[in-house]
């Protein structure tokens, strides 16, 4: 058991809470324990040039912690290389599961901002930021902007470590603080690999542990992307 009483497959319990804000095209609340994050999806007309030229839109994201989302105050709007790198990972994985070229014409913005944070901000704000953005084509289809959903796959994001010599999913931040390797995975529904981030803290990632790391990463996966699924009332599958 770990200190919070969970098995070393189970994941922190998650939360999402739809439609959080008013007056935006997809919003959310997620909890993952007690790491929360508030996603939106905003929708403009326009892409960037090379989205233009090449006859697609654009989904993009930004991601911030708020200042006492940690201990310790963070100063205000400052971006940071961690900032930076997490908002694209949020980027790249929320266009890895669509077909651009539907959404030619639009951006949509996906902010992230984290409220509180425990360990893996990162995933459970690509977890709610496809929520909001799912919300955010429904509304769009629903205008008539565009005329067929761009989603091509539901997609889940979780983190897995090794932690005192044993594989586990979904890590705090005080797992995370002391793993000897952690690893961030995102999939889509048929456990595609959209993004794989794989780093050795305290020690060298075996080929047997990579294994064991995937397979638990594709069970918390699939419950993830089931309970995306039952809150944007899908039939559960």
């Known amino acids: 058991m770990r200190f919070d009483g969970r098995n070393y497959d189970e994941l922190r319990p998650l939360e999402i809470i739809k439609d959080y804000l008013k007056d935006v095209e997809g919003s959310c609340l997620i909890k993952l324990g007690n790491t929360h994050v508030i996603c939106t999806a905003t929708v403009q007309s326009g892409a960037p040039k090379f989205a233009k030229d090449q006859g697609i839109g654009w989904v993009t994201a930004e991601y911030r912690m708020i200042p006492r989302a940690v201990p310790e105050r963070l100063p205000r709007d400052k971006i940071n290389g961690r900032s930076i790198e997490i908002q694209?990972?949020?980027?790249?994985?929320?266009?890895?599961?669509?077909?651009?070229?539907?959404?030619?014409?639009?951006?949509?913005?996906?902010?992230?901002?984290?409220?509180?944070a425990d360990g893996g901000t990162r995933v459970t704000s690509i977890i709610g930021g496809f929520v909001a953005l799912y919300d955010a084509i429904q509304h769009m289809l629903s205008l008539g902007m565009i005329e067929?959903?761009?989603?091509?796959?539901?997609?889940?994001?979780?983190?897995?470590?090794?932690?005192?010599?044993?594989?586990?999913?979904d890590l705090t931040f005080e797992e995370d603080s002391k793993a000897d390797v952690d690893m961030n995975v995102v999939m889509t529904e048929n456990y595609e690999i959209i993004e794989l981030q794989a780093t050795g803290e305290g020690g060298t990632l075996k080929e047997e542990d990579l294994k064991l790391m995937l397979e638990l990463a594709k069970k918390g996966i699939n419950e993830i992307i089931n309970k995306e699924k039952e809150v944007l009332w899908l039939k559960r599958s």
């Open 148 to 169: 067929k959903s761009p989603i091509k796959k539901f997609i889940g994001a979780v983190s897995v470590g090794i932690v005192e010599g044993k594989p586990m999913l």
């Open 88 to 116: 694209r990972i949020i980027g790249r994985s929320l266009r890895g599961a669509c077909d651009l070229s539907l959404l030619n014409g639009y951006t949509i913005w996906i902010d992230c901002d984290v409220i509180q």
